[in-house]
């Protein structure tokens, strides 16, 4: 069974950068798409960004484009998310997680890590 563990999370100030991993044991994420997600405090998980972990396809919402660039590591079975110009607004829970399919949506997700905190304050 496949497990995810995310990595590289911790406080910034705004404006500042971090470089999250996600790494895969159990498995090998070739095949998979591997998708980023966050959750704010009171508010709902939501997809950020994804990419295709064969090809490297990828794709981010609107509120992240030109920010954050998502990437992955064959040798190493790891997607990295890199979070620059951060904000306070992007502080939350990272998770990500894995599908057999090109999706963000939660519900349609195979695998969870168990997530990693980001807090982006001065």
């Known amino acids: 069974q496949l497990q995810l563990v995310e990595s590289g999370g911790g406080l910034v100030q705004p404006g500042g950068s971090l470089r999250l991993s996600c790494a895969a044991s159990g498995g090998t994420l070739d095949g998979y798409a591997v998708g980023w997600f966050r959750q704010a405090p009171g508010k709902e998980r939501e997809g950020i960004s994804l990419?295709?972990?064969?090809?490297?396809?990828?794709w981010y919402e609107d509120f992240v484009k030109g920010r954050f660039t998502v990437s992955r590591d064959n040798a190493k079975n790891t997607v990295y998310l890199q979070m620059n110009s951060l904000k306070p607004d992007d502080t939350a829970v990272y998770y990500c997680?894995?599908?057999?399919?090109?999706?963000?949506?939660?519900?349609?997700?195979?695998?969870w890590g168990k997530g990693t905190l980001v807090t982006v304050s001065a």
């Open positions: 997680a894995a599908s057999w399919l090109w999706t963000i949506l939660v519900d349609n997700m195979d695998y």
């Open positions: 990419i295709n972990f064969r090809d490297g396809t990828t």
